[in-house]
T-cell receptor, first 115, second 110 residues
Framework: DGGITQSPKYLFRKEGQNVTLSCEQN?????MYWYRQDPGQGLRLIYY???????QKGDIAEGYSVSREKKESFPLTVTSAQKNPTAFYLC??????????????FGPGTRLTVT | LAKTTQPISMDSYEGQEVNITCSHN???????ITWYQQFPSQGPRFIIQ???TKVTNEVASLFIPADRKSSTLSLPRVSLSDTAVYYC???????????FGKGTMLLVSP
């Protein structure tokens, strides 16, 4: 079964702790993305990567970090510097070929709660 | 990326056809129009993409007039399970990122 997996589905952390969210895909897609969604809002791009060992900041990268050591994996670390980390985090990937670059496949998401 | 405008919410009943219109007055020549669907607590799902005229798949149809300044997503005979947020996005395939607005919340009632 091809797809994107994110784990865990729910995550609870104390303020001041760093936390890493997992994202794995077996679709052989080149590009991967991390989004954040707050209640009643659209998605906001945190980081994206078009190729292994390369990534770019999105609109709200402050307080987050990523790595792309393998094509299949794109973990996101929410650091203690992120002021409002509680949110729904979504990972996505896309083939990056022709107009299919606009067709992104999303994982089930991780709901992070920081208290 | 071209700015899009779509209704915040729409209501419908089971079995009806639903048309959600998106305005994109500054769409560029190379831009495609893409629609996504998102259920609560899930990631968005790609529905359909088009450039001009009409595109149809097993889920929906996309109507794009000749001037391409707007587009209409048509959902035939909706069911309760079509209750979701629908996002309209416009951009060139060369863009490396997507911009999601707030979308249209469609509520289907029995």
């Amino acid at each position: 079964d091809g797809g994107i997996t994110q784990s865990p589905k729910y995550l609870f952390r104390k303020e001041g702790q760093n936390v890493t969210l997992s994202c794995e895909q077996n679709l052989n897609h080149d590009a991967m993305y991390w989004y954040r969604q707050d209640p009643g809002q659209g998605l906001r791009l945190i980081y994206y990567s078009q190729i292994v060992n390369d990534f770019q900041k999105g609109d709200i990268a402050e307080g987050y970090s990523v790595s792309r050591e393998k094509k299949e994996s794109f973990p996101l670390t929410v650091t203690s510097a992120q002021k409002n980390p509680t949110a729904f985090y979504l990972c996505a990937s896309s083939p990056r070929r022709d107009r299919r670059a606009y067709e992104q496949y999303f994982g089930p998401g991780t709901r992070l709660t920081v208290t | 990326l071209a700015k899009t405008t779509q209704p915040i919410s729409m209501d419908s009943y089971e079995g009806q056809e639903v048309n959600i219109t998106c305005s994109h007055n500054n769409i560029a020549t190379n831009d495609y129009i893409t629609w996504y669907q998102q259920f609560p607590s899930q990631g968005p799902r790609f529905i359909i993409q088009g450039y001009k005229t009409k595109v149809t798949n097993e889920v929906a149809s996309l109507f794009i007039p000749a001037d391409r300044k707007s587009s209409t997503l048509s959902l035939p005979r909706v069911s309760l399970s079509d209750t979701a947020v629908y996002y309209c996005l416009v951009g060139d395939s060369g863009y490396s990122t997507l911009t999601f607005g707030k979308g249209t919340m469609l509520l289907v009632s029995p």
